[in-house]
């Protein structure tokens, strides 16, 4: 299916409010999705035999910048069976207060394989998954502070426990 075909499929399970933008240019193209809908999105291209979208290959959080004060996510789709790709994204504006995360629906529901990809999101750009069932750090240590790919990170200390952080 085409990217139009796609975005037509969707328009039709779901209403016109349920893309808020669309990115068809470059080399992967994109709809923007209503954030609160990206569970059913995700669940009607995996299960629908049109699509089969069978394969979540990379989610990744997106810091759009201090001056934007908005937080995203891209989701990679992969089709096996029809060997194809669908890009989707959410987003929404947070006041960057690290009391008040930005929180977006797990997907983990849909594809198990989000289980990962969202807490490296949540670890690094601080971006919290509604429903996950197992958000914690990943990489880094439990009690490291702040979120390092956030734009406005800096390190406070210049040593963890005795080691030298860059």
Same mark, same amino acid.
């Given at each position: 299916? %085409?990217?139009?075909?796609? =975005? #037509?499929? $969707?328009?039709?399970?779901?209403?016109?409010?349920?893309?808020?933008?669309?990115?068809?240019?470059? $080399?992967?193209? #994109?709809?923007?999705?209503?954030?609160?809908?990206?569970?059913? +999105?995700?669940?009607?291209?995996?299960?629908?035999? =049109?699509?089969?979208?069978?394969?979540?290959?990379?989610?990744?959080?997106?810091?759009?910048?201090?001056?934007?004060?908005?937080?995203? +996510? +891209?989701?990679?789709?992969?089709?096996?069976?029809?060997?194809?790709?669908?890009?989707?994204?959410? %987003? =929404?504006? @947070? @006041?960057?207060?690290?009391? /008040?995360?930005? %929180?977006?629906?797990?997907?983990? %529901?849909?594809?198990?394989?989000?289980? *990962?990809?969202?807490?490296?999101?949540? /670890?690094?750009?601080?971006?919290?998954?509604?429903?996950?069932?197992?958000?914690?750090?990943?990489?880094?240590?439990?009690? *490291?502070?702040?979120?390092?790919?956030?734009?406005?990170?800096?390190?406070?200390?210049?040593?963890?426990?005795?080691?030298?952080?860059?």
């Amino acid at each position: 299916m %085409s990217f139009e075909d796609i =975005k #037509a499929l $969707l328009i039709n399970k779901f209403g016109e409010d349920v893309i808020v933008g669309e990115e068809p240019g470059g $080399l992967q193209p #994109a709809l923007l999705i209503a954030h609160e809908r990206i569970v059913e +999105v995700c669940l009607e291209l995996r299960d629908n035999p =049109k699509t089969y979208f069978d394969f979540l290959s990379c989610l990744s959080g997106v810091d759009y910048g201090v001056d934007e004060k908005r937080f995203g +996510v +891209v989701y990679h789709l992969a089709s096996i069976p029809y060997q194809t790709q669908f890009t989707l994204k959410i %987003s =929404k504006e @947070n @006041n960057r207060d690290l009391g /008040e995360l930005p %929180s977006f629906p797990s997907i983990t %529901s849909v594809y198990h394989a989000a289980d *990962w990809h969202e807490r490296e999101a949540f /670890e690094m750009e601080g971006i919290f998954f509604e429903g996950h069932p197992d958000l914690r750090r990943l990489l880094l240590p439990d009690d *490291w502070d702040g979120y390092p790919l956030r734009k406005d990170y800096t390190t406070v200390d210049k040593y963890y426990k005795g080691i030298k952080i860059d």
